[in-house]
C-alpha cells in the first residue's frame, strides 16, 4: 500500500511518502536499505536539507526472513524520536567541547573563567575571560584554539593580571 500528498509545487519531492521501505513526512526521511555488513536491512533517517543520515541502524526483517518489515506510522515516530535524540547529543557534546568555564577564588574575589573555542574553517581560535562573581567581564584575551582551561591555568592568568597567555 503506498500513499503520498504532494503540497510541493509541480516537479518538487512529496512532502508526505508513505510507503513500505520510504516514509517522508514533518522534515524527515526513513529510508529501508540493504545492509553491506550481513544479509539483513538497516533503516536510515535523514533530517531534510542534511547530506548525511542523523541515523543509521538494524532494521527488523519481515515474516518471510528475506525482506525488510515495512515502515508504518509507529516505527517512523519513533525513529524521529531517536534521531533527534541522537541530533540532540551530538550538539551537547560539541558545545562541551567548545565551551568550558572553572569557577575559583584568588584574593578574596571570586571568579569565573571561561574558554569559547571559535571552530573557524581557515583560523581557528579561543576567547578566554574572566568574570566576577556578579557576572561582569573583567579581562577577554585571544587564546590559540588548544589553549587547557582548568583551574591551575585559570589561577596563572589571574595572577598574572589577565595578561595573554603564553603559547
Known amino acids: 500500500m503506498s500513499q503520498a500528498s504532494n503540497n510541493a509545487s509541480s516537479g518538487d519531492i512529496p512532502d508526505t511518502i508513505q510507503e513500505a521501505r520510504l ?3 514533518k522534515g524527515w526521511t526513513a529510508r ?10 538497516a533503516v536510515a533517517m535523514i533530517k531534510d536539507g542534511e ?19 515495512p515502515l508504518d506510522g509507529n516505527a517512523f515516530r519513533t525513529l524521529v524520536k531517536t534521531a533527534c535524540e ?3 547529543r551530538h550538539e551537547q557534546q560539541l558545545h562541551a567541547q567548545l565551551h568550558k568555564s572553572v569557577q575559583l577564588s584568588h584574593a578574596d574575589s571570586d571568579y569565573t573563567v571561561r ?7 581557515y ?19 585571544r ?4 589553549f587547557k582551561l582548568n583551574r591551575q591555568s585559570a589561577l596563572h592568568w589571574i595572577e ?8
Do not use: C
Open 115 to 121: 574558554l569559547q573555542i571559535i571552530p573557524d574553517e
Open 86 to 88: 541522537v541530533i540532540r
Open 23 to 25: 516514509w517522508r513526512d
Open 123 to 141: 583560523e581557528p581560535y579561543a576567547e578566554l575571560s574572566a568574570a566576577d562573581q556578579f557576572g561582569e567581564e573583567i579581562a577577554r584575551v
Open 143 to 146: 587564546v590559540a584554539p588548544h
Open 160 to 167: 598574572q593580571d589577565f595578561r595573554r597567555p603564553a603559547e
Open 51 to 69: 547530506p548525511e543520515p542523523a541515523l543509521v541502524g538494524p532494521w527488523t526483517m519481515g515474516r518471510d526472513k528475506k525482506n525488510p518489515k
Open 32 to 41: 529501508v536499505i540493504k545492509n553491506e555488513d550481513d544479509d539483513g536491512w
